[in-house]
């Protein structure tokens, strides 16, 4: 049998309409059509030069039809590195880095368009083929012409509907009406309050939790906006899945004005624990509530694990401490557990103290290493499978690190952020080496990089596998990602004082980054090198929050204080 040029176009067309109107690029728990992204137009192009090509192959318009390949294959291909350098997004402004099953009909179809300029048989089929077959041939050109166009049109009607949808929709307006949002240099602004506070972003539900209090006086918790009755009373407002708890100053929970009990651990954004009034242990997170018999009520330093849904917790048994893992006991019995770290393996590190009150270092109940006395306090860190902290030198007052109980060679006259990874024995720190004004950044495994001579806010990366930094170095404050320079130029200008400036970056994509700088009169933003009006007369630093593509700092003006979306 021969295969023509145009039974390959046909085999094409179908592959790619295939891949094009399935999910093609994924993201964090997302997956798209490129027609439901910022590359949408692309799409478009791809899904009308198919029709086109349909057209041109049926009607033997080979020249014009190897000109539309050769287009279309570019597009394809274009699409395929725009994913991969992170420049495709959502209509929520996510990125969208990763590949989904639809590339597999996209490649093939690719296939399909190349082998059109490889084989052409359609000489051999002519003798074969009667008048008949030859309208058939076109009256099935035209009719699946038509076919394509009204499906193409129909996908984008339903891509520009949600792209509307997305364009007109803003964080702020999920909680404010839209008569109440202002602007200002084209950025949204809340209305404004006394005071805001306990400020928290939940980026999967683009949604704000906050206390705020208006200009009447009233205090109410958002997004709820239940009014609060007694705002001195009241620490914190947790929303936790659809629910809404209380947290009063004297540790009570409240939960649709009732009493549920008492606030059992520090606060951490992915569960509220608390002790109901019949002693039971209840962890409320986003996939529900959880409840447990506990030993005594000594229960304290609770660790949720999201993907396993266990919880962790201390507990002090008589004169000794024991961790328990879902109400069973984890560990022996120590005077007392100062910290400890658990991997999904089950591996477990503890940092316990004897009668002596010497601190030890346990691994899965073995004793590996005693802290040393030259011990720096507030610099220990640890995971499930490694302790690191610097000590002073006795000799010559330098500084070194200690991993698992082994001095590094390393001797500096300063250290400062130690970092370590999360599940492996990887870390990083910044110091000054002897006899130098200038900092490093120095890594296990992944380089070193000296010669700074200020840097900022160094921070871990969403997936804790690097850290981001800006610094100043030979004369240009760039944007590094462990020792690599990543962004040449960050837009921040040298400053003799640097205390009051910040920098911040989304941990899921350090492109997405912002400086905040102090001036004469009083805080300006300055958003990856442009610098955003009006200047503010006090900033929140510890509010800053990312959406996607989408920045949220709580800012002051003459009016009090609002939320800005930027």
Sequence with gaps: MNISQKHFIMLATVSLFTGMIAPTVAGANISRPYALTNMQYVAYSILIGLTILFFLAHFRLRKLSYI??????????SLGVM?????????????????????????????????????????????QKTDFSRVYEKILGIAGMITLTLLTAFIIFIAEQNSAKSTQSSTLGNIFAHSEITTASGQLLSPSFQEIRNFSYNRSKNIFSFIATDKNGVTKAFPSKITIQNPKDLANVRTIGERNFFVQNDGKIIENEKNIGTLVSEENSQFLAFRSENGELHIVTDSGEQTFETETDTTDKIFYNPQTKDVFWREKIGDAHMIFK???KLSDAYPSILRYAVAEDGSMMMIVEDQNFAKMVVKNGTVIHTIREEYVQGTLRMNAYNVLYAIKNTDDESFSLVMNGAILDRRLDEIREIFLEQNSSGFAYFGRPQGENRYCFFTRYRGNLCGLEKYMNPALEGDNSGIVFAAFREGRWSIYRNATELIRKSGYQNRADISYDYFFFDPTNFRHYVFIEKTENGYVINKKGKILEPTWEDVDVNSIAFGYDTMFLTVKDADGWRILEF
Excluded: C, P, Y
């Design 326 to 328: 879902n109400g069973k």
């Design 83 to 127: 994913t991969v350098t992170g420049m495709v997004k959502s209509f929520s402004h996510q990125v969208l880095q990763g590949f989904s099953w639809g590339w597999i009909f996209l490649l093939i179809g690719l296939i399909f368009l190349v082998l059109t300029f490889v084989r052409d048989d359609e000489q051999f089929l002519e003798a």
């Design 68 to 77: 539309m390949t050769a287009a279309l294959i570019v597009l394809i291909l």
